[in-house]
């Protein structure tokens, strides 16, 4: 018995010894190489757009135009549209050379360069604002307004209680615009904005933006972009919207479920949203008339880039011509007739009007005809 447990101590000590694991000598190891991730770009989900067109390369007016094909590729990278659709429709764009023209020499005239900045304001010309005022307060603007406001009354009201803009300043934008819809442009709006985007070099880059907001909105809006017209700039509908004033401010204000700026409802609605959104004050004022108590010459900024508190524009001697709620700081506006000068303070809401249009002249004709056609209604 003691010699059987021996060896069955022995047995078991040499299976353990043969199962025994056995650790390899130790080996420097590479490092591992992590993958590298490629950031894919976002792409911003677009419906099918509407018109059959596709090619494999542009032709046309704007066939090798590298910053085209730049622009392309953008465009499908960022929403997904076929650059085969893009090719095919930009090959139907026309270039208008009347518009680069008629840009290069208004440029010109105005002293710009290709590259260049505006450069600084002047004092406007004599004569300047009779001339300018004479273009929009003639009896066709005033009795087409009338017309206008007598036909759209209802729409015009909704759009007022809803956005607190009145209702005159609506029909004002549109008949300084497009004389209510009587002229709303020619040109197609892929052949204005194609042109400007790549063949005019002072303001590619804001062209171009607009080019890709213009695809994109007539992606949603489910319109062939080969169809719209407009003026030669690109601007749209009675309202004259850009396309990224489209994109952010155009309503469906008929609830036909689409934003069409060339039916008067939908414009009414989207003038006015546009206005709210920019800070119209309802049951502000616009315009204040300012007379000068001084024989000093006026040592201070006229237009639109300084703006003042009343007690400053009095101290250099300009004051309100009427009761005024001037606690606001306002602009001082120069207005120049052939035989005199006439002086107004701009307040908030006349501010407001100037961004559809940066210029005095443009806001105080729009101011005008909204009062004289309040009048005549």
């Given at each position: 018995m003691?010699?059987?447990?021996?060896?069955?101590?022995?047995?078991?000590?040499?299976?353990?010894?043969?199962n025994q694991q056995v650790e390899p000598p130790k080996t420097a190891k590479a490092p591992v190489k992590q993958p590298v991730l490629i950031k894919k770009p976002v792409i911003q989900a677009l419906p099918m757009p509407t018109g059959r067109?596709?090619?494999?390369?542009v032709t046309g007016d704007y066939a090798r135009y590298p910053e085209l094909a730049k622009f392309i590729d953008s465009i499908h990278q960022k929403y997904g549209i076929s650059p085969e659709y893009l090719k095919g429709l930009f090959s139907q764009a026309k270039r208008k050379n009347w518009t680069l023209d008629y840009l290069r020499k208004s440029d010109a005239e105005a002293g710009l360069t290709p590259g260049g900045t505006s450069p600084l304001p002047v004092k406007p010309s004599k004569g300047s604002w009779t001339r300018y005022r004479s273009k929009f307060l003639g009896e066709r603007h005033i009795n087409g307004g009338v017309a206008f406001a007598r036909k759209y009354h209802n729409t015009l009201q909704k759009a007022t209680q809803t956005y607190g803009v009145p209702s005159e300043y609506i029909i004002g934008i549109l008949g300084v615009e497009t004389s209510y819809g009587g002229f709303v442009g020619n040109h197609r709006i892929i052949d204005a904005l194609t042109t400007l985007a790549f063949d005019y070099p002072r303001r590619?880059?804001?062209?171009?933006?607009?080019?890709?907001n213009f695809l994109v909105m007539t992606a949603r809006e489910r319109m062939d972009p080969a169809k719209p017209v407009g003026s030669f700039a690109g601007a749209m509908g009675l309202g004259q919207f850009m396309p990224s004033?489209?994109?952010?401010?155009a309503v469906d204000f008929n609830g036909d479920g689409k934003r069409d700026l060339w039916n008067p409802e939908d414009a009414i609605g989207s003038v006015a949203n546009y206005f709210a959104q920019h800070g119209w004050q309802p049951g502000k004022p616009v315009v204040t008339r300012a007379k000068i108590k001084t024989n000093q010459p006026l040592n201070i900024e006229f237009g639109l880039k300084a703006r003042y508190l009343l007690p400053e524009l009095n101290r250099a001697g300009i004051y309100p011509a009427e009761p005024c709620a001037c606690n606001d700081p306002l602009n001082l506006l120069l207005l120049r007739h052939e035989t005199h000068?006439?002086?107004?303070?701009?307040?908030?809401?006349?501010?407001?009007?100037t961004r559809y249009n940066q210029s005095t002249h443009y806001a105080m004709a729009i101011h005008e005809l909204a009062q004289t056609i309040k009048r005549a209604i």
């Open positions: 003691r010699i059987n447990v021996v060896l069955l101590m022995l047995l078991l000590t040499g299976c353990a010894s043969q067109y596709y090619a494999q390369q590619a880059d804001y062209f171009r933006g607009e080019l890709e004033s489209f994109l952010n401010w000068d006439e002086y107004r303070l701009g307040h908030p809401n006349f501010y407001v009007i």
